[in-house]
């Protein structure tokens, strides 16, 4: 049973940083694609990071440069550092995986006031 559980969600001024971590278990987070997406209110859950089994990485364009995915092997854990925070970076962020099916987590909220 694929488990993705997320925090590291906060109330942060705009400027600021943040980072969120997803803990897998049930699968390991080496081995397939993991990504990073987030939900503001009113509006469509939107693509942020992904990383492949291979280290790529790619991001959406309202993030490059601010925001970085990474994972630790070790800790079966994917993270989104987020630095620079604004307000319209204001969210839920859910981890996801794509095995036979999508797998989220519960999601973290993510604050940043102006």
């Known amino acids: 049973q694929v488990q993705l559980v997320e925090s590291g969600g906060g109330l942060v001024q705009a400027g600021g940083s943040l980072r969120l971590s997803c803990v897998a278990s049930g699968m390991g987070v080496s081995l397939t694609t993991m990504g990073w997406y987030r939900q503001a209110p009113g509006k469509q859950r939107e693509f942020i990071a992904v990383i492949s089994s291979g280290g790529v990485t790619n991001y959406a364009d309202s993030v490059k440069g601010r925001f970085t995915i990474s994972r630790d092997n070790a800790k079966n854990t994917v993270y989104l550092q987020m630095n620079s925070l604004k307000p319209e970076d204001t969210a839920v962020y859910y981890c996801?995986?794509?095995?036979?099916?999508?797998?989220w987590g519960q999601g973290t909220q993510v604050t940043v006031s102006s």
């Open positions: 996801n995986v794509n095995i036979f099916r999508a797998y």
